[in-house]
C-alpha cells in the first residue's frame, strides 16, 4: 500500500525566512509525484508533477526536488500570501490501483510579515 | 480557477436522508476522480471513472456509488448518511487514465446533523 509522510505538520516562518518541506513515501512503481497548494476550505491547487529521481521544478519562489525517497519543497523569502497547507501525493502503478493518488497530511505553512 | 465545477457548495442534511453531489470536469477532460477529505482522515481517494467507466475504486463505502454520463459530467450518491460522512468531497479531472495530473474543484461541504 502506497503510503505518503510529510513533515513538518506546521511550520511557522518569517516573511523573507527559506525553508524546506518534506515529503518521504513508499509505493509500488511511482509514475509521479505531485505537490498541491489548499487554502482553508478550497479544492487543492496543482503545483508540480515530478516523475524521476533528480527531476526538480520552480515556479516563482517554490522549487521540488525528488529522490528515490523523498522530496522537498524548497521556499525562497516567502511572503504573507504563501500561507497554506502543501499536500504532496504518489501516484503508484499496481493493476487496481488506477490513476489514484494517495495523499499525505499536509504542512501547514504560515508566513508573518 | 481549475475549470472543474462541483455542485451544490454546501450541504446540509439529516442522518439517513441520500444526497448527490454533482462534478463538470474540465474541457477535453475524460477521467475524474472522487476524493473525500476529513479532519482525522486526509484526502481519500473514492473512485475513479474514465469516459463513462469504473476505473479503480478506494476505500469507498457500499452506501455510496457514482457514475459517469455520456457529457462526462459525473454524479456521486451517498445514502444512509451518518455523522460520519461529514466531509469535503472534492471531484477532479484528468485528460486521461494514466499519470496526468489531477485538477480539483472547489469541493461540496456536506454536513450531516
Known amino acids: 500500500e502506497d503510503q505518503v509522510t510529510q513533515s513538518p505538520e506546521a511550520l511557522r516562518l518569517q516573511e523573507g525566512e527559506s525553508s524546506s518541506l518534506n515529503c518521504s513515501y513508499t509505493v509500488s512503481g511511482l509514475r509521479g509525484l505531485f505537490w498541491y497548494r489548499q487554502d482553508p476550505g478550497k479544492g487543492p491547487e496543482f503545483l508540480f508533477t515530478l516523475y524521476s529521481a533528480g527531476e526538480e521544478k520552480e515556479k516563482e519562489r517554490l522549487k521540488a526536488t525528488l529522490t528515490k525517497k523523498e522530496s522537498f519543497l524548497h521556499i525562497t523569502a516567502p511572503k504573507p500570501e504563501d500561507s497554506a497547507t502543501y499536500l504532496c501525493?504518489?501516484?503508484?502503478?499496481?493493476?487496481?490501483?488506477?490513476?489514484?493518488?494517495?495523499f499525505g497530511e499536509g504542512t501547514q505553512l504560515t508566513v508573518n510579515p | 480557477d481549475s475549470g472543474v465545477t462541483q455542485t451544490p457548495k454546501h450541504l446540509i442534511t439529516a442522518t439517513g436522508q441520500r444526497v448527490t453531489l454533482r462534478c463538470s470536469p474540465r474541457?477535453?477532460?475524460?477521467?475524474v476522480y472522487w476524493y473525500q477529505q476529513s479532519l482525522d482522515q486526509g484526502l481519500q481517494f473514492l473512485i475513479q471513472?474514465?469516459?463513462?467507466?469504473?476505473?479503480a475504486k478506494g476505500n469507498i463505502l457500499e452506501r455510496f456509488s457514482a457514475q459517469q454520463f455520456p457529457d462526462l459530467h459525473s454524479e456521486l450518491n451517498l445514502s444512509s448518511l451518518e455523522l460520519g460522512d461529514s466531509a469535503l468531497y472534492f471531484c477532479?479531472?484528468?485528460?486521461?487514465?494514466?499519470?496526468?495530473?489531477?485538477?480539483f474543484g472547489p469541493g461540496t461541504r456536506l454536513t450531516v446533523t
Open positions: 474541457s477535453g477532460d475524460l477521467s
Open positions: 477532479a479531472s484528468s485528460v486521461g487514465p494514466g499519470f496526468y495530473e489531477q485538477y
Open positions: 501525493a504518489v501516484q503508484g502503478v499496481t493493476e487496481t490501483s488506477g490513476s489514484r493518488l494517495t
Open positions: 471513472y474514465y469516459n463513462g467507466e469504473e476505473r
